[in-house]
């Protein structure tokens, strides 16, 4: 009698498509969300062993329009969300299924962390600024005859070699015009632990014209010797202002190979409409605008320092 309603039962969980290891191994796992701040939505993918509907969340609130998302009804089981995440940053992105079989619990899936891609130029300015790294001449230590050349960009150096930061900016607030000694107030470089900012100066150098700062490694008075990551930060602050550019349009006359445009309908010149920038005068003066910059990249891709192998 007992073996008739074993099998009795094995039959009815059969005719409904479902297996007893189903009750105890429901799962789901969730792929995705390589989500860019301020861009296109990011497809995250849940993957469920049984079928049914998943509630999608991001640091533990609901995503709007992913609160009950239907899997396919064929295996594999999948249901997608589109995220726009709300902030840049680290997020736990999570799921919670609901199995079509009502027998079968709840099952919450394993956080899915993720990084929210931000600009590797953190603070918003009207300043516009490209920093890179340069190996300075004059370099000296063990491996300075093979590792001494100047002007290789890196961001690895060794103990006793010389930094040089190069600065490249812009003013939007000046219709983008290049920072220079002209316009520019000051300009520095901040560097976690040391004492003193580095001054940032302009000049040309062979043919080109830039900011730059030096930093001195090594275990000399006055240099650098802290190992591993150096956090820094770069500082430029414009000069107050009285006139600047504005953008403006005008109309001048649509000319080919030399030739005013005449509409031969009306015997009237056609005119082209240009875009050009005037100065204009401010008063009260424009304050001078102040951009920073700190690198945002992985710390494994930022400026380090290390000892030289022995």
Same mark, same amino acid.
């Given at each position: ?6 099998? $009795? ?8 498509? *479902? ?18 701040? /301020? ?59 609901t199995p079509t079989d009502t027998s ?11 990084? *929210?891609?931000?600009? $590797? ?27 001494? $050349? ?42 976690? /632990? ?16 830039f900011w730059t700062g030096v930093l =001195? #490694?090594g275990t000399a008075n006055g240099q ?18 009285? #006139?600047?550019?504005?953008?403006? #349009?005008?109309? $001048? ?14 015997? =009237? ?42």
């Amino acid at each position: 009698m007992k073996k008739i309603i074993a099998s $009795v039962a094995i039959a009815t969980f059969a005719s409904l498509g *479902v297996t007893t290891a189903n009750a105890a191994d429901a799962t789901l796992a969730l792929s995705g969300g390589n989500a860019v701040f /301020g861009l296109d939505p990011a497809v995250i993918t849940a993957t469920a062993s049984v079928p049914g509907s998943v509630a999608f969340s991001a640091a533990g609130k609901a995503i709007s329009g992913c609160e009950v998302v239907a899997t396919t009804t064929v295996a594999p089981f999948v249901a997608k969300c589109s995220w726009v995440p709300a902030a840049a940053g680290a997020t736990a992105l999570t799921g919670v299924l609901t199995p079509t079989d009502t027998s079968i619990a709840k099952v919450n899936s394993p956080a899915l962390n993720v990084k *929210v891609g931000t600009p $590797v130029q953190g603070v918003i300015s009207p300043i516009h600024m490209y920093v890179d790294t340069v190996l300075a001449s004059g370099t000296t230590g063990a491996l300075a005859p093979r590792f001494g $050349v100047s002007c290789a960009i890196t961001s690895e150096y060794l103990l006793g070699q010389g930094i040089v930061f190069r600065v490249y900016a812009n003013n939007a607030d000046w219709g983008g015009t290049v920072m220079d000694s002209s316009n520019t107030a000051q300009a520095y470089i901040e560097v976690s /632990g040391w004492p003193t900012k580095i001054p940032l100066t302009y000049g040309n150098h062979s043919g080109v014209s830039f900011w730059t700062g030096v930093l =001195r #490694t090594g275990t000399a008075n006055g240099q650098y010797s802290t190992l591993g990551l150096i956090n820094f930060k770069v500082t430029m602050v414009a000069k107050d202002t009285t #006139t600047m550019k504005v953008l403006s #349009t005008k109309l $001048v006359p649509k000319m080919v190979n030399g030739v005013r445009q005449v509409d031969p309908s009306t015997g =009237r010149t056609i005119y082209d409409r240009v875009s050009y920038y005037r100065s204009v005068s401010v008063t009260p003066a424009l304050k001078g605008a102040t951009g920073t910059w700190s690198s945002n990249f992985a710390a494994y891709s930022q400026l380090t320092l290390y000892a030289v192998p022995k």
